[in-house]
Structure formats: structure tokens, C-alpha cells
């Protein structure tokens, strides 16, 4: 009988994705962004943040100084208790090396975990596209004894991504759609997130995908996986209001849908807001972005029901409570 892997996760997407394929029980410790599902929380949390959004006048921009300033002097966003994380003899350790910002670097991970006796094997998930979601949960499944699990979750997830784009039309002008990450400053959003704007219909002008060089034939289709996106970029004010955007969605990556809300309404407050076409016709959506669009996980394809709903007027396709709102000035 084969002995189950002890897991730790220190990468929230990969708690969802390791839970998902049925490997819950295998977990023994995370970190303290990880909570879905919900009763991880009773899991020792093995890191910590350096940063903090209090919410209130400010914070976005208060939170983007700190990360900054931070980088600037080379010190940690993120601290690790390394003697707990030995304590827990982890076979398995996932995390990611794709943003600095988002949770710890895969390198201090191998460094730490070098030192441990026997050395877990790391696993680091690192993906830009859609379909780069669906292969690290493979690679997630593989690592820890449920591949056929993953495999069978993973055909689940991309038949449901199928079926929502027989809503969409592929071939025609859809509408202009700006995503926004972070609100002071702008951040557009990157990776992932341009391919399920385009997959659902619309243009993500801003940071729009383009052909994987030598693509070939296959570069055209946007359904393909011939097409990505570089990461989130930022952009003044000026820029957003010329590219003249009909729908706005903004999921501020890591907070809750309260503070989502608290931050596009201090956004909301600038000249400028109501010079956006989405803001005159009342097409501004705000969604947790803690749940949902900034964590590379299966609830991707929730969000990716979400614009399909909202983009194209049907409605019955956004799954029940997804959290989001629509913004009224």
C-alpha cells in the first residue's frame, strides 16, 4: 500500500487546485493566504506578510509604497517559519516563482527545503496561460500520488471552459473590456486574465494577447493556446480613459469584495472616472479578488462563467453567489 504524501502548501491556487483533485487530507500545513476551502484554516500557518490593507483613504496606494520600498532594499515581502515547516516533515512543498508579490519565492523555498532531512521535493506552479493552470494541477496531481484524479478534474475543468465558449462569438468585434488589478496605481491585468476576456467575447485593448512566436497557422484563432499575455502592466489614468473601455472589471488581487468596493469607491473620486464609457453606462463590475480572477486555480473557470454571463446578456451562466457587484456612483 502506498504511503500518502505529507503536502504543505505555501501558495493559495495550489491549496484550491491540491484540494480540488481530492488531496485534502494530504495536507499538514499553509500559509496564511491560504483559505478555500474553508476549513484549511484549521492547518498550522507557516508564513507570514510584511505588507497590510487596513482599507481606508489611501491604502491601495499605501500598500503599493510598501511593496516597493521593500523590493528596493532586497528584503522579503514574505517571512517563512522554517523550524515548523521542518516540524511538519513535509514529502511535498508547493509554491511558486511567477510574482514576487504574491507569496514566497521558490528559491528561498529550495534553499530551506535543501537543509531539511529527507529534502522534500518542490514543486513549483508558474502558469501564464489558461491551459498552464490545468497542467500545474497535473503536475500537482502527479507529485503527490493522484494523478488519475487530476487528470479526471482536469478534463472536467476544460470541458466546462468549452462549453461556456459556445456562448461567445469568436469571430466578431466584441466589446472593449478593461481589467484592473490594483487601483492606485493602475494595474492592468496580465496572463490569464486577457486570454478570458478574449475567450468570452471582448478586447483587452490594453495588454491584449498576441500570437506565440513561430504559432504558425494556428496564431489566429483566439480559442487556441497559439495566444497569451504578458504580466499585469501599469498605466496612468490618461491611458485608461483613451482606450475608451465599454466594460470595466475591477478585482483588486488579494482583497475581499467589502474592501474591492471601498477601494474603486476612493478610484471613483477622481475627474476622470466619469469620462469612462463603462462608468456612464453603469457596466462597472467589482469582484473579490481574493476569490476570484488573480489566484491561477480552478475557480477560474467560475470567472471565466462570470464574463461570459456579463459580457455576452446571459445571466443564468454566472455561477450562484460568485462575489461581485456592480458599481453605482
Known amino acids: 500500500m502506498q504511503t500518502k504524501k505529507r503536502v504543505v502548501s505555501l501558495l493559495p491556487s495550489a491549496t484550491e487546485m491540491l484540494c480540488h483533485i481530492g488531496g485534502r487530507s494530504l495536507l499538514v500545513g499553509r500559509s496564511h493566504e491560504c483559505d478555500e476551502p474553508t476549513d484549511v484554516a484549521t492547518l498550522p500557518v507557516l508564513s507570514t506578510a510584511a505588507t497590510h490593507f487596513s482599507g481606508g483613504a489611501g ?34 512543498i508547493l509554491t511558486q516563482d511567477l510574482c514576487r508579490v504574491c507569496s514566497i519565492d521558490v528559491e528561498s523555498v529550495r534553499r530551506i527545503a535543501a537543509t531539511m532531512s529527507p529534502v522534500p ?6 502558469a501564464e496561460t489558461v491551459e498552464g493552470v490545468l497542467d500545474d494541477m497535473l503536475w500537482i496531481g502527479n507529485a503527490v500520488g493522484l494523478a488519475a484524479n487530476a487528470q479526471e478534474t482536469v478534463t472536467a475543468l476544460r470541458e466546462r471552459l468549452y462549453s461556456l465558449s459556445d456562448y461567445t462569438n469568436a469571430f466578431g468585434d466584441g466589446p472593449n ?8 496605481p493602475l494595474f492592468i491585468g496580465g496572463h490569464w486574465i486577457p486570454q478570458l476576456i478574449e475567450r468570452a467575447g471582448g478586447r483587452h485593448v490594453l495588454n491584449a494577447t498576441v500570437a506565440v512566436r513561430q504559432a504558425g497557422a494556428g496564431a489566429g484563432p483566439i480559442g487556441t493556446t497559439l495566444r497569451k499575455a504578458g504580466k499585469s502592466v501599469t498605466v496612468p489614468p490618461e491611458v485608461l480613459v483613451a482606450s475608451k473601455p465599454e466594460y470595466l472589471v475591477i478585482a483588486p488581487c488579494g482583497l475581499k469584495l467589502d474592501l474591492a468596493l471601498e477601494a474603486v469607491g476612493e478610484l471613483a473620486s477622481n475627474r476622470w472616472w466619469k469620462e469612462l464609457p463603462a462608468v456612464r453606462t453603469g457596466r462597472v463590475a467589482v469582484v473579490d479578488g481574493n476569490a476570484m480572477f488573480a489566484r491561477p486555480g480552478p475557480r477560474l473557470a467560475d470567472a471565466f462563467a462570470f464574463l461570459v454571463g456579463w459580457l455576452n ?5 454566472i455561477p450562484a453567489n460568485f462575489p461581485w457587484a456592480l458599481f453605482r456612483n
Open 313 to 317: 446578456d446571459r445571466p443564468e451562466l
Open 177 to 184: 473590456v478593461a481589467f484592473l488589478e490594483w487601483t492606485d
Open 59 to 92: 491604502a491601495s496606494a499605501a500598500v503599493d509604497t510598501q511593496v516597493r520600498e521593500l523590493m528596493n532594499r532586497q528584503q522579503p515581502l514574505y517571512g517563512l517559519n522554517i523550524e515548523s515547516l521542518k516540524g511538519l516533515r513535509p514529502d511535498v
Open 121 to 126: 521535493e518542490v514543486v513549483s506552479c508558474n
